[in-house]
């Protein structure tokens, strides 16, 4: 039984719900009264300024704090269970996070994300710490597609922007604690308190935390993984001095012992929570965060931005390399990583026919491979890797609309970014020294031509094209000189899309479709001439990737219903390449070959991580009682249809990653200021595959349940 720490596994659970803006009409005279509830207006910051999603020309999931709970989010890997064409692979210590398949599909810091995620307004660790909670969360919005024109580092995927609750200046001393148990000797609270402590300042501090037992049963001499044990704080300070100036600093911590990462070989045919380990797991996170965002608005409206960040964490993972107690070999890092970013944007007022956004970002990010502590231990010997890898972005941005006519409007939107990459390390490979002094410089203009139709206050139709970009990195040397470094990627995006409301304000629909056109799709295969080494490069011809998607909203009286839906087609261009996994020492060149049974002919292959089919379904009904407490049943499914690992799609290596169907529901008491939850997720216990590393597949989450008690007040 681990202690109990302060924690749960829920976000914001339900405190939303007493805002005047959820609340229903209460029964009257014994009887229901009818409910005329529309659909509250769903708000984007993504473009700088407050918009409407209905009237943004973007794909995009966004939903409230109070939504992630009722849809059993807690973390990162569940976002691809309610938005279409998302896919997360959590191997623990890093994560594969693609949409529309584009995003990432190689394990090391070299390689940056093409999904950007920002918290609290500034771009996160594009790697490590991937664990990090959700807990009292106002919104997260989950944009698809290349985000060229306002995102940090520039993306070719996507961003997520996921958005703490804010202070409340003279919103009253409120707030909510929760406490939660469940299966797996789980225990948990959380909870947030809002202080206003006078007519201009406002804090607000939050707490999160969990502790459980594992969920493996472990045979063998290894040590760790003996369950989770989590604490997360933030404390957040609001000063609006006038109404032209708003000053707000966030700052969190994180302190996330998950044990380990249990896994076994991609091929094995046991439980994957049934296996075998002779070596050492762990698994530590310890990270902050903070972030100062300052708005001044001028006299004529145009506002004056400023959002600095400082994060610095270190990650500690140790882990059996061959995944069972028969072999010998392992892996651990301890790495240090701290990021600098500063944003500036000069926002024009929302009225009037023309509107525009200027902006500047830098970013400074560093990694620091600690000395002895970055290894891999195998029958070979031992392999270390210590020193920096420094990086750095810059860019400058803008983003004009014209309103053509009162129903037609025009977007222009361009950003010229400059990246560089620098590798300071030694490599002590098998008894070879080796060191890699080298850098690499990228720039690229990327940019979005949009069109938008207003066609009446319920109809809006855009259609756009759009750029994104996605900078190279330096190779690792292996005993063959110093490497070529991989060249950046590039996407083009052409997409239309239609959203509406119906019934009255009671049903929203979104609808688009688009095509991308992917070049130069960054991916580790075996060394051009000497393919038994792996090495990093550019798939020489386009990557075709098209689809639509499909959402829906509706509240219908006390019934209510959300729904995604996603269709892709992705197909390789003429590469050719040699599998790292296995031995070869024929020349294989990826423009011409030849095909041959080592030098592996893959045009028309899918691209990694992009199934064809995703799905997600939550539908619920509230019953109000004669007593004036509320019962509310919910169920959400989410399905994500089988894909591949790699472009080499070896079953027989394990490339395929099985489809995902998973189950949650809850039912909600609400008695006054109380709200009792009963709740399981993934209620058909598919044990599936969450990622595949390293020749290893790690496993998603089995059934939990358990039951929450939320007071607010």
């Not at 990010?365 to 972005?393: C, M, Q, W």
């Not at 079953?651 to 709740?679: C, F, K, M, P």
Request: hydrophobic share 35%.
């Amino acid at each position: 039984m681990k202690k109990l720490l302060l924690a749960s596994a829920c976000a914001v659970a339900n405190a939303a719900a007493w805002s005047p803006a959820q609340a229903q009409a209460p029964a009257q005279s014994g009887s229901q009264a009818v409910n005329e509830t529309v659909l509250e207006e769903i708000v984007v910051t993504a473009e700088r300024r407050r918009t409407s999603l209905q009237v943004t020309p973007i794909a995009a999931t966004v939903m409230t704090g109070e939504k992630l709970a009722d849809s059993g989010v807690t973390v990162v890997d569940q976002l691809q269970f309610v938005s279409p064409g998302a896919t997360v692979n959590n191997f623990g210590q890093g994560i594969d996070f693609n949409i529309r398949g584009i995003g990432k599909a190689e394990h090391n810091t070299q390689t940056t994300t093409g999904v950007i995620t920002y918290r609290d307004g500034v771009a996160t660790f594009p790697g490590y710490f991937t664990a990090e909670p959700y807990y009292d969360i106002a919104r997260v919005e989950i944009l698809r597609g290349p985000q060229g024109t306002f995102v940090g580092q520039n993306a070719t995927g996507g961003a997520v922007f996921v958005t703490s609750q804010d202070p409340i200046i003279n919103g009253g001393t409120t707030g909510y604690v929760q406490g939660q148990v469940a299966n797996y000797s789980g225990y948990g609270a959380q909870g947030a308190l809002n202080l206003p402590v006078s007519d201009t300042f406002a804090a607000r501090l939050s707490f999160n935390g969990e502790a459980r037992d594992s969920y493996y049963d472990i045979s063998g001499p290894h040590t760790g993984d003996d369950g989770v044990q989590t604490g997360s704080a933030r404390l957040g300070f609001l000063w609006a001095p006038s109404e032209s100036l708003s000053v707000l600093l966030k700052t969190d911590y994180n302190y996330l012992d998950l044990s380990g990462y249990p896994s076994d070989p991609v091929n094995a045919t046991n439980d994957l929570f049934d296996i075998t380990a002779n070596g050492d797991m762990h698994a530590l996170d310890r990270f902050g965060r903070a972030v100062l965002k300052i708005d001044y608005t001028f006299g004529n409206g145009t506002t004056l931005r400023s959002v600095s960040g400082f994060q610095d964490g270190r990650t500690e993972y140790r882990a059996d390399l061959d995944g069972t107690s028969v072999g010998n070999s392992l892996f651990g890092d301890k790495v240090d990583e701290t990021i600098y970013s500063q944003e500036i944007n000069l926002i024009s007022p929302d009225m009037g026919r023309f509107t525009w956004v200027l902006g500047a970002y830098y970013q400074d990010d560093e990694y620091e491979f600690l000395p002895g502590e970055f290894y891999i231990v195998s029958p070979a010997g031992r392999y270390e890797l210590e020193g920096t890898n420094p990086k750095h972005a810059a860019a400058v941005f803008g983003q004009l609309t014209f309103g053509l006519t009162d129903s037609l409007e025009l977007q222009l939107g361009a950003r010229y970014t400059e990246t560089d990459t620098s590798n300071h390390i030694t490599v002590n490979q098998f008894g070879l020294p080796l060191v890699q002094d080298q850098k690499a410089e990228y720039s690229n203009t990327s940019g979005k031509v949009a069109l938008n139709w207003t066609l009446d206050p319920h109809h809006f139709l855009y259609a756009f094209v759009a750029t994104g970009f996605r900078p190279g990195g330096l190779n690792v040397p292996v005993g063959l000189g110093i490497p070529a470094p991989f060249d950046e990627e590039l996407v083009t995006n052409y997409e239309i899309g239609w959203k509406a409301g119906w019934a009255e304000g009671k049903v929203r629909t979104q609808l688009n479709a688009y095509y991308n056109d992917y070049e130069q799709f960054q991916v580790i295969v075996g060394y051009p001439t000497i393919p038994v080494f792996g090495f990093e490069l550019n798939v020489p011809n386009p990557t075709t990737i098209y689809g639509f998607e499909a959402q829906l909203e509706a509240a219908l009286g006390e019934f209510s219903i959300d729904a995604g839906l996603g269709w892709m087609h992705s197909e390789l261009g003429k590469f050719f390449a040699v599998d790292p996994r296995i031995p070869s020492f024929g020349a294989c060149n990826p423009e011409t070959g030849p095909a041959t049974a080592s030098c592996i002919a893959l045009e028309g292959k899918e691209q990694t991580y992009a199934p064809n089919f995703t799905f997600n379904l939550g539908v619920q009904y509230d019953f109000a009682l004669a007593s004036g407490d509320r019962i509310t049943p919910r169920v959400n499914y989410g399905h994500v249809s089988e894909q591949w690992a790699t472009l080499f799609e070896n079953e027989a290596r394990g490339d395929r990653v099985e489809a995902r169907n998973i189950v949650n529901a809850q039912i909600a008491w609400r008695h006054d200021s109380w709200v009792t939850t009963l709740y399981g997720a993934n209620l058909t216990d598919q044990h599936y595959v969450g990622a595949i590393n390293s020749g290893l597949r790690f496993a998603g989450a089995p059934r939990t349940f358990g039951v929450r008690l939320l007071k607010a007040f």
